[in-house]
T-cell receptor
């Protein structure tokens, strides 16, 4: 079975602070994809990134960066110099060939609510 | 360009009634997904279509749930004999198989409340 754990239920920071959202996953697949999605108050999930299990290079996109470590089964997300507009629920997700419901299904974690105070 | 649209946005029903949700994906997208999200949880996969074919179904999808995508465009999700445990946000997403980013485009969801 596949599983994604986001142990941080809620994080509150003050604007301009850096914040890291943790994601730990479990899978028996050797090939899989990891994702991060953002869910702002409007409710619509917004894709942020997908990583292939064979690509452990860290990625940076503006204020966002991702640290993928296969050895610890983690795919953490860091926001540098947070802004109020970053306030949202962030979900980590896993897609693999041997998911319980097939290869197309995403298995989501329970999410981390980030509140950025002005 | 419109995104994924879902209708209705909110539905309140009494236990035992049937409800139907509609999803209109982004027009060129051939893949369509249904997910369910309860408060404080991440979305849970329900089912997936490629064109009109329903290729994957979750074990969460009991026989009271049925989804269709008759012409490979819009999709409907029907819940028969609703139960209070069906109260959730039902999310639709779409993607295009020829674009290999893995990105799903989600709608804003249809919130179901079963009294």
């Amino acid at each position: 079975a596949q599983k994604v754990t986001q142990a941080q239920t809620e994080i509150s920071v003050v604007e301009k602070e850096d914040v890291t959202l943790d994601c730990v996953y479990e899978t028996r697949d050797t090939t899989y994809y990891l994702f991060w999605y953002k869910q702002p108050p409007s409710g619509e999930l917004v894709f942020l990134i997908r990583r292939n299990s064979f690509d452990e290079q860290n990625e940076i996109s503006g204020r966002y960066s991702w640290n993928f470590q296969k050895s610890t089964s983690s795919f953490n997300f860091t926001i540098t110099a947070s802004q109020v507009v970053d306030s949202a629920v962030y979900f980590c997700a896993l897609q693999g060939a041997r998911g319980d419901t097939g290869r197309r299904a995403l298995t989501f974690g329970s999410g981390t609510r980030l509140q950025v105070q002005p | 360009d419109t995104g994924v649209s879902q209708d209705p946005r909110h539905k309140i029903t009494k236990r035992g009634q049937n409800v139907t949700f509609r999803c209109d994906p982004i027009s060129e997208h051939n893949r369509l997904y249904w997910y369910r999200q309860t408060l404080g949880q991440g979305p849970e996969f329900l089912t997936y279509f490629q064109n009109e074919a329903q290729l994957e179904k979750s074990r969460l999808l009991s026989d009271r749930f049925s989804a269709e995508r008759p012409k490979g465009s819009f999709s409907t999700l029907e819940i028969q004999r609703t139960e209070q445990g069906d109260s959730a946000m039902y999310l639709c997403a779409s993607s295009f198989s020829r674009v290999n980013t893995g990105e799903l485009f989600f709608g804003e969801g249809s919130r179901l409340t079963v009294l």
